[in-house]
Nanobody
Framework: QLQLVESGGGLVQPGGSLRLSCAAS????????IGWFRQAPGKEREGLSCIGGGGDRTNYAESVRGRFTISADNAKNTVYLQLNSLKPEDTAVYYC???????????????WGQGTQVTVSS
C-alpha cells in the first residue's frame, strides 16, 4: 500500500523554526517527486516546494523561497521541509504528496498524506 505520513507540526512562535517530515512507505523515493503543500482555513491548497527522486532537483514557491528548505533522505525514504523565520500567515495544515512531475500544482500529484498542523502564534 502506497502511503505518506507527515509529522513535525506544532505550535511555534513567530520567528521560530520547525522541521516537517514526510515518511513514504510502499514505494521508494527514487522514482517519485515529493511535493509539500499547505492549506489555510478558507484558502486553496498552495504548493510550496518539491524535490525530484534522488534529491537533485528542487523547486520553491516565491512565497517561501529563502525561508523553507526541502531535502530528502532516500535511505530513510523520507522527505523533509525545514521551516525557518515562521510568520503567523504560515499557519496552515501542511501536506506532502507524491507524483511524477516536478511541479507545484496539486493536479500533478497522485496521492497525499493526511497533513500536519502548523500554528505560528505568540
Amino acid at each position: 500500500q502506497l502511503q505518506l505520513v507527515e509529522s513535525g507540526g506544532g505550535l511555534v512562535q513567530p520567528g521560530g523554526s520547525l522541521r516537517l517530515s514526510c515518511a513514504a512507505s510502499g514505494f521508494t523515493l527514487d522514482y517519485y517527486v515529493i511535493g509539500w503543500f499547505r492549506q489555510a482555513p478558507g484558502k486553496e491548497r498552495e504548493g510550496l516546494s518539491c524535490i525530484g527522486g534522488g534529491g537533485d532537483r528542487t523547486n520553491y514557491a516565491e512565497s517561501v523561497r529563502g525561508r523553507f528548505t526541502i531535502s530528502a533522505d532516500n535511505a530513510k525514504n523520507t522527505v523533509y521541509l525545514q521551516l525557518n523565520s515562521l510568520k503567523p500567515e504560515d499557519t496552515a495544515v501542511y501536506y506532502c504528496a507524491a507524483g511524477r512531475i516536478l511541479s507545484l500544482a496539486t493536479y500533478a500529484y497522485d496521492f497525499w498524506g493526511q497533513g500536519t498542523q502548523v500554528t505560528v502564534s505568540s
